[in-house]
Every structure is written in structure tokens, then in C-alpha cells.
């Protein structure tokens, strides 16, 4: 089993709908929670950190769930311009390790 | 501008010839790493830095070495490149792992072929 897995997608949806991504991680001592933000070709940039209490900024809101080990992204109103492919990543506690999942592609479709 | 630099950005290079990929951040970051994307396969670490003079191995290090003799480098280093070493290449820093302080900053990729 990978460390940190993601549906690759593409998920294609119409702008304006919500979308939602899972990331299941396997080591339960993971400590962060990143999801990043990768357009083709381009380096990863930050999204967003996850919190445990769950967090939100503007149309995106991170979840955690420890018990079951996944992590979540919620996209509300997509738009074009959210087109991407999104990364989970996960640093597992009391090491210097990120560990990247594969990465779900998003298509907004106009 | 805060920034992580790599160079180069493209390299076409030919098996068993030595090659290095800078990377530099003027970030004062004490924590730098490198990976390499492949499709179907994602980001996977090479090695780490903690700070200068500190390294580790990550998740897939052979064929590669990497020096941290001043706290903004983090070269990488293929003494002896093979195809199988073609790839997208990734430099990233950060202030070091952790919630608050662990975003990574990434330099903008420098793809590798080796023929």
C-alpha cells in the first residue's frame, strides 16, 4: 500500500460546481498536512495546510479525519482557473520526510 | 523576491557523463530537499538537507549525490547519469517540517534526458 494515495482523476466538472477530493495517508503518526497546487509543467505551490479542527480559505476548505486517515478538499464555485492537478502531501512525525501522493486532476469545464 | 533558483532548466545529456543541477534559495531556509516526477508516479524525495553540512537519503538516492557546504545551495549531483535518470527535477526549501513553518518553496524544475 502507498504512504499516501490519491484518485489521479481527471475529474471534469461544469464551473460553478463543487468538487471534493480525498487523500488517505497510511502512517497514523503523520504530524502535517499540506495540499498543493501543481498546473502542468509548473513547479508545486502551496494550496493550503490542513488543520485537525478543519480549515477554510475562501472557496477551499481542508479537512482532517485521523481516524480513518484521510484528508479532504473541498472546491466551492469552481472556476476555470482551478484547473490543476492537486497534491497531497504528508510529513510524518518526527521525521524530515514529505511524502507526495500521485495527484488528482481537476478540469473545470466552461 | 523571496525564490528558489535551479539550473539548468533543460538538459539533454548523453550516459556516464558527470552533471550537476544547482539550486539555490535566498531564503535563509535551513531545511532543503530535492525530488524528481514522474508520471503515474508523483514527486519522491531523493535527499534532504536539515541544514549545512546535514544530509539524509529519501526515498529513491541511487545514482545521485548532494553536498550543503553553505546553508542557501543544495546542489545535485549525477556522477554517472543513465536513462533511467530522465526526469523533472524539483529543489524545494522550507524553514523545516511542521505545520506552520513547513511550507515548501519549490524552484521552477529543471527536466533532465539522458540518451
Known amino acids: 500500500r502507498k504512504e499516501v494515495e490519491q484518485d489521479p482523476g481527471p475529474f471534469n466538472v461544469p464551473e460553478g460546481a463543487t468538487v471534493a477530493f480525498n487523500c488517505t495517508y497510511s502512517n497514523s503518526a503523520s504530524q502535517s498536512f499540506f495540499w498543493y497546487r501543481q498546473d502542468c509543467r509548473k513547479e508545486p505551490k502551496l494550496l493550503m495546510s490542513?488543520?485537525?479542527s478543519g480549515n477554510e480559505d475562501g472557496r477551499f476548505t481542508a479537512q482532517l479525519n485521523r481516524a480513518s486517515q484521510y484528508i479532504s478538499l473541498l472546491i466551492r464555485d469552481s472556476k476555470l482557473s482551478d484547473s490543476a492537478t492537486y497534491l497531497c502531501v504528508v510529513n510524518p512525525s518526527g521525521t524530515y520526510k514529505y511524502i507526495f501522493g500521485t495527484g488528482t486532476r481537476l478540469k473545470v469545464l466552461a | 523576491e523571496a525564490q528558489v533558483t535551479q539550473n539548468p532548466r533543460y538538459l539533454i545529456t548523453v550516459t556516464g557523463k558527470k552533471l550537476t543541477v544547482t539550486c539555490s534559495q535566498n531564503m535563509n531556509h535551513e531545511y532543503m530537499s530535492w525530488y524528481r516526477q514522474d508520471p503515474g508516479l508523483g514527486l519522491r524525495q531523493i535527499y534532504y538537507s536539515m541544514n549545512v553540512e546535514v544530509t539524509d537519503k529519501g526515498d529513491v538516492p541511487e545514482g545521485y549525490k548532494v553536498s550543503r557546504k553553505e546553508k542557501r545551495n543544495f546542489p545535485l549531483i549525477l556522477e554517472s547519469p543513465s536513462p533511467n535518470q530522465t526526469s523533472l527535477y524539483f529543489c524545494?526549501?522550507?524553514?523545516?517540517?511542521?505545520?506552520?513553518?513547513?511550507?515548501?518553496?519549490f524552484g521552477e524544475g529543471s527536466r533532465l534526458t539522458v540518451l
Open positions: 524545494a526549501s522550507s524553514q523545516g517540517p511542521g505545520r506552520n513553518t513547513g511550507e515548501l518553496f
Open positions: 490542513v488543520y485537525s
